[in-house]
């Protein structure tokens, strides 16, 4: 049997089926509010009970990695329908205190979300945390989140990622504010906006926000011709 | 105890120290007159006796993965200080006929050559195949090669990795070869150097080419300030 399809929870493996030596760990980081958060568990089992952790379990050994991220995610959270990239795997000797584990990282950026949340039985809690006030994190968790975080700031340098978190018509500001949260910074309007409309990737619209209490901001979308390009080929957003 | 400095060969390790369901492969590419070549071991041990493969072993339960990577080299190939990056974990669940097991790979992009070349003892031959000419290879690994490929084509298009590879002064014949190798393209001369130039990257020299039997061509080196800042931030070379 192999598991190539996401299907649903699979709580109810047998203890022969897992990789006592494998594991996955999931990254979802969240934008709300123009803040960028991270999902987070309070392990309710040993070792380290009571500190907070990334979501995450043993390969099953029927299961593909990716697979197994998102299981893991799906039985610890309740989340479906995340997809996620690898990001690497982490071996260190010592990072699991009971034996060795490596543990391969996924990750996905999300439009936040509570509503599907269900912390799974080896949790007391599952919350969204601010990554500029993370809680005291469980074995190597905060060394894989500072890569992790450090990757997903390379790709929206060089790629146009994270653009599928705004809605298809959007202000300058909203643009900015993806950014900033992800790169975790402030940038002069005038500077960003230059830069950005420099790359040709966005089309000004004959419209403005509607129902909103300021005055209203001029819209944009993407183009998609050179969305799809610049995903391809990449570019460099210095910033 | 914790292996991780790579202290030569560790062939005499114990059966029980090997994590059965974890291995690290090795992508070795070297540049040799301007063709991009990978480092190949003919196995002499079941399964798949007879097939070409990466360099590659178990990971011992007491190495970092790193460490893992380089004591593999070392102990198929001979080849020692070789500094290499990881690419990512693959995992297909029947990737490894006998049972799962997970690999994660390490790459690196060197000067081409034989002198400390010597194949293991699971090895009947060693040797340096052109990527445009591959042997049949055993399990993904023909797969995790392409992979790799892409993530060094990717990296020489976004940092200027693989200029280690230049002598520090260098002509433009020279850069487009290690970038024709790379991304295993022609470029047109004109529109190369256009390009190249306009990034700032190189300093012309008052010196050209002495010893050669042709024109002398005109040298250039980096500059070392733009080459750092290019490193850090990143570029885009749209060839």
Redesign the interface.
């Known amino acids: 049997m ?1 598991q190539t399809k996401f299907a649903g929870s699979n709580l109810h493996f047998k203890p022969e089926d897992i ?1 006592p ?2 594991s996955t760990d999931c990254v979802i980081f969240g934008l709300d509010n123009g803040k960028l958060k991270v999902l987070l568990l309070k392990r309710d089992i040993e070792p380290s009970r009571g500190l907070w952790a990334l979501p995450g379990g043993f ?1 099953l ?5 990716e697979m197994s991220a998102m299981r893991t995610l799906h039985d610890t959270t309740g989340m479906s329908n995340v997809f996620m990239e ?1 990001v ?2 982490f ?4 990072r699991f205190p009971w034996r ?1 584990v ?1 543990t ?1 990282v996924y990750y996905a950026l999300i439009k936040y979300r509570t509503d599907d949340l269900r912390a799974g039985p080896d949790a007391s809690e599952i919350n969204w945390f601010e990554m500029a006030d993370l809680p005291e994190l469980v074995f190597d968790h905060k060394h894989i989140l500072t890569v992790t975080l450090q990757h997903l700031q ?1 790709k929206v ?2 790629e146009p990622i994270g653009f599928e978190l705004l809605p298809p018509k959007f202000t300058l500001t909203q643009l900015q504010e993806l950014y900033e949260a992800v790169l975790r910074t402030t940038f002069d309007t005038r500077n960003f906006r230059k830069k950005l409309l420099k790359m040709n990737l966005l089309e000004q619209l004959d419209e403005t926000q509607i129902g909103v209490a300021h005055r209203a901001a001029r819209l944009y979308r993407f183009n998609p011709n050179i969305y799809q390009k610049l995903k391809e ?4 957003f ?1 910033l």
Do not use: Y
Not at 91 to 94: K, L
């Open positions: 192999v990789l030596s494998v390969v050994d029927f299961e593909e990695l690898q690497q795997a071996g260190q000797v010592h060795r490596i391969v390379n340098r060089s080929k990449g570019f460099t210095e």
